[in-house]
């Protein structure tokens, strides 16, 4: 390569329009998936205080969101469900009358052509807050996986395109594969949270999803932020079980991550910016010490830029807006 000053690479940086003529990565609604928190009742919209912006909904008021990402371009949803009741098993998650059985049917109904995801865990649903059955004070792996199994067949059964099973359990892949095949939904998709790591990011989701454990914490099944290779480990073995997508989580301290997965597996991948990352940026831009709509802009873009195909952002309306 030519050195100076025969190559001056600002000759290209010159303009907004040579700019965007050598742009290397691309941003596009399509990309976005947007979570939705949703919950029995009508005309409900329950702001969750540390996510500016974002709410628990009845619904009736979730399909006016839908309606608008539907219009933005944005890719998918993806729902959490708020249940009526909880217990040490989380049985509502199965329930087919549900507030996330229900939104899918609604979807289905009046939106069809958004891609509806589902996230299947039980720590929305337990009284104890934990991904799930609790056996000596910790989570037991093999009690937890039929429970799963149950919820996904639930959720396919109302018509979700994707299945997003985010608890770390070990095998509950090939748990819920054999269960979906054998129920008759061959087509329905796994969308593996398959490097989900520990750690304090998700604040202010557990607020949104009422899922705070009542004691202790979830390490003992989600993995270490130090550790890559076995991040490499937990995908492979998801994409073994019969994973369709696998998902790092969060997004933005784990861009390494995404890329290593990317990169070495080909696989459709999928990163999550989680909760405490939006807060942070929306928190910064409150009080007037960034640009909120650049630093959010430029979140996505390294998120895109390090391999992910697909990116679950709170910011998928605004920044689809923005496009």
Known sequence: MPSFPAYRPRRLRRTHALRRLIRETWLEPSQFV???FVRSGTGVRQPIESMPGV???????????AHEAVSLGIGGVLLFGIPDKKDAIGS?????DAPVQQAIRALKREVPGLVVITDVCLCEYTDHGHCGVIRDGDVDNDATLELLARESVSHARAGADIIAPSDMMDGRVRAIRAALDNEGFLNTAI???AAKYAGPFYGPFREAAESTPQFGDRRSYQMDAGNSDEALREVLLDIEEGADMVMVKPAGPFLDIIHRVKTETGYPVAAYQVSGEFAMIQAAAERGWIDRERVMMESLLGIRRAGADVIVTYFAREAAKAL
């Open 34 to 36: 947007l979570p939705l």
């Open 55 to 65: 709410a628990q909904t009845s619904v009736d008021e979730l399909l006016r969101d």
């Open 92 to 96: 509502d998650a199965w329930n087919d």
């Open 191 to 193: 969308l593996s949270y």
